[in-house]
């Protein structure tokens, strides 16, 4: 089994800056992509960024220039740097993962999600 445990969100005022990161554990051979996804209230989830094995990220247009993805492959750590927060970015951020098992079949996995509120 594998689990992504989530860890960084909380109430930030606009204009502030919160980093979000998760780690990924278990049974894992090797880690495709990974990426954060956010779902406010009434809202459908959505992607937030992206970053493949080799480095190559994509953002969403309503946080590029704000928001920056990387990762530690030796971690197994995907980290999200997001500055000059707004209201509009309150949601729940979800950690999702691609991970090859040993057999290479692929699977993909979600965190549990961590509260970002970003209001004065």
């Known amino acids: 089994q594998v689990q992504l445990v989530e860890s960084g969100g909380g109430l930030v005022q606009p204009g502030g800056s919160l980093r979000l990161s998760c780690a990924a554990s278990?049974?894992?051979?090797?880690?495709?992509?990974m990426g954060w996804y956010r779902q406010a209230p009434g809202k459908q989830r959505e992607l937030v960024a992206t970053?493949?094995?080799?480095?190559?990220?994509n953002y969403a247009d309503s946080v590029k220039g704000r928001f920056t993805i990387s990762r530690d492959n030796a971690k197994n750590t995907v980290y999200l740097q997001m500055n000059s927060l707004k209201p509009e970015d309150t949601a729940v951020y979800y950690c999702?993962?691609?991970?090859?098992?040993?057999?290479?079949?692929?699977?993909?996995?979600w965190g549990q999600g961590t509260q970002v509120t970003v209001s004065s």
């Open positions: 999702n993962a691609e991970i090859y098992s040993s057999s290479w079949r692929l699977f993909n996995y």
């Open positions: 278990g049974s894992i051979f090797n880690i495709n992509s």
């Open positions: 970053i493949a094995s080799g480095g190559t990220t």
